[in-house]
Structures are given as structure tokens and as C-alpha cells.
T-cell receptor, first 112, second 114 residues
Framework: DAKTTQPNSMESNEEEPVHLPCNHS???????IHWYRQLPSQGPEYVIH???SNVNNRMASLAIAEDRKSSTLILHRATLRDAAVYYC?????????????FGQGTILTVHP | SAVISQKPSRDICQRGTSLTIQCQVD?????MFWYRQQPGQSLTLIAT?????????ESGFVIDKFPISRPNLTFSTLTVSNMSPEDSSIYLC???????????FGQGTRLTVV
């Protein structure tokens, strides 16, 4: 699996936007970019995924660079409940159902 | 979506004993997986639980240490055998349907071996 690189930690203030970066310079053409987050004492939960175009859902937005070598997860207004570890994961679109290769992720701290 | 129930949620066990963790899903799913999360670390895939056949283990994990059963499409068990303190971790069950791009995780089982 292609690897991703994320900052170890980031901080934000409540109700401000948060941009979580991810580098994946060895991404292949069939790799989807997935984001999961793990709240304290919980299992990971799906946030968003995309292939080439930017994506929006009720939780976040995903901005994908034109060359696909990097992406950014955007939380438009951080809340205290968004404090979690955020994982950027590449998954081959055709073959890797279910198998997720987790990196160390980014620990997001949200200040009131 | 899928609702996953893992039991027990936590346990403290003596070294040399075994613990069986159960994973129950509220609907039929195609794929079931077991992960380990060591203290302060990220998640590592242990194996894919295959219905009606032997599980598929990832490098570094063996059946004798982590036997897995999956008798049907909604249930699986993971046994941690002959435990040592190094087995102290959170063990998580994950499921996914082939038609879906989203994996669902249980709350995890926090195991402490003393």
C-alpha cells in the first residue's frame, strides 16, 4: 500500500476552520483517499473519501490536489467533539475492501 | 450503516490464559476484520475473518496465537491465546460490505494482561 504522511499533531480553537494535511506522493491511479477519525475510547469512524474531485459531506470537506500527491481534510467549524486522531488512508479502488492500513495519524486538539 | 457489538468491553487477565472476544453485527456483512491497537499506537490488521473457512492472517500474526472463527455472516470471535503482558492492547472488530466504501468499527475490547 502507498504510504501517507501527516503531521503528528495540530491545534485549533472552537468554531474555527481546521485544515488537516496529508501527503501521499506515491499514490497510484486507482487509490482512493480515505479519512477516518478515532475519538477517545472509540473505534475509528469514517469521515470522507475521494478519488480526484473535491468532496463534501455533512462532516467535512476533502480537497485533493490536482496531481493527487496531497490532500486536505477541512472541518469548517471545529467543535470540542472533533478532538480526535485523524487518519489519512489510501485504498486501492478495486482490490482492498475492508483492509485499512493505518499510519500514526494527526492528533487534533480543539480549545474552547 | 452497521452496528457492532463487542464483548467484553474490557478485561484483566492472568498471563498464560486465553480470552475470547466476540463481535456481533446487526446485519449481514461480507467482510469482517480484527485489528489490534497497542498502547499509544495506531491500528494494525491482525486478520480477515472468512465465513466458513480459515481466517487470512497478516504478516506477524499466526493462527495458534490468534485463532478466529466466523460461523455466519454476522458473528466472529477472536481468541488471544497463552497471553503475556505484551498482548495488552485494544482489539477491534471491523466490518464492511463489498458494495460499500465505508468500514465500521466496534468500540473495542481493552485487554490488560498481568
Amino acid at each position: 500500500d502507498a504510504k501517507t504522511t501527516q503531521p503528528n499533531s495540530m491545534e485549533s480553537n472552537e468554531e474555527e476552520p481546521v485544515h488537516l494535511p496529508c501527503n501521499h506522493s506515491t499514490i497510484s491511479g486507482t487509490d482512493y483517499i480515505h479519512w477516518y477519525r478515532q475519538l477517545p475510547s472509540q473505534g475509528p469512524e469514517y469521515v470522507i473519501h475521494g478519488l480526484t474531485s473535491n468532496v463534501n459531506n455533512r462532516m467535512a470537506s476533502l480537497a485533493i490536489a490536482e496531481d493527487r500527491k496531497s490532500s486536505t481534510l477541512i472541518l469548517h467549524r471545529a467543535t470540542l467533539r472533533d478532538a480526535a486522531v485523524y487518519y489519512c488512508i489510501l485504498r486501492d479502488g478495486g482490490t482492498s475492501y475492508g483492509k485499512l492500513t493505518f499510519g500514526q495519524g494527526t492528533i487534533l486538539t480543539v480549545h474552547p | 450503516s452497521a452496528v457492532i457489538s463487542q464483548k467484553p468491553s474490557r478485561d484483566i487477565c492472568q498471563r498464560g490464559t486465553s480470552l475470547t472476544i466476540q463481535c456481533q453485527v446487526d446485519s449481514q456483512v461480507t467482510m469482517m476484520f480484527w485489528y489490534r491497537q497497542q498502547p499509544g499506537q495506531s491500528l494494525t490488521l491482525i486478520a480477515t475473518a472468512n465465513q466458513g473457512s480459515e481466517a487470512t492472517y497478516e504478516s506477524g500474526f499466526v493462527i495458534d496465537k490468534f485463532p478466529i472463527s466466523r460461523p455466519n455472516l454476522t458473528f466472529s470471535t477472536l481468541t488471544v491465546s497463552n497471553m503475556s503482558p505484551e498482548d495488552s492492547s485494544i482489539y477491534l472488530c471491523s466490518v464492511e460490505r463489498v458494495s460499500s466504501t465505508e468500514a465500521f468499527f466496534g468500540q473495542g475490547t481493552r485487554l490488560t494482561v498481568v
